[in-house]
């Protein structure tokens, strides 16, 4: 009998995906924020900045004034310009889509 592989689910170091995904400006502040317990990725806290993140986790973290909740929808296989990484998650958080969705109305 032939044994079946299973492959395995790519995935990224949060600290870098962070970074890649332009929601901080340099890998040392994502692993700030990592490290003090700041990000949470599917409900749980994550303290290491080696913790692998893959496509279809909902990543929730502080950013300024407000707690962003993120959806991966693509892993970045570079630090690509905004519109590139904006493409790669989705927000989820509250009044960030219904502000933008108001201003396509508008128009």
């Given at each position: 009998?032939?044994?079946?592989?299973?492959?395995?689910?790519?995935?990224?170091?949060?600290?870098?995906?962070?970074?890649?995904?332009?929601?901080t400006r340099t890998r040392g502040a994502a692993q700030d924020l990592v490290c003090e317990g700041h990000v949470r990725v599917n409900g749980r806290r994550v303290l290491r900045c080696s913790q692998a993140i893959a496509i279809g986790d909902i990543v929730t973290l502080p950013?300024?004034?407000m707690v962003r909740i993120i959806e991966i929808l693509d892993l970045p296989s570079r630090r690509?310009?905004?519109?590139?990484?904006?493409?790669?998650?989705?927000?989820?958080t509250p009044g960030?889509?219904?502000?933008?969705?108001?201003?396509g109305e508008a128009s």
């Open positions: 009998m032939a044994r079946q592989v299973v492959p395995a689910r790519e995935t990224r170091r949060i600290d870098r995906l962070l970074w890649m995904l332009r929601l950013l300024g004034e690509g310009p905004p519109v590139e990484a904006s493409a790669q998650f989705r927000d989820h960030v889509n219904a502000s933008v969705s108001q201003e």
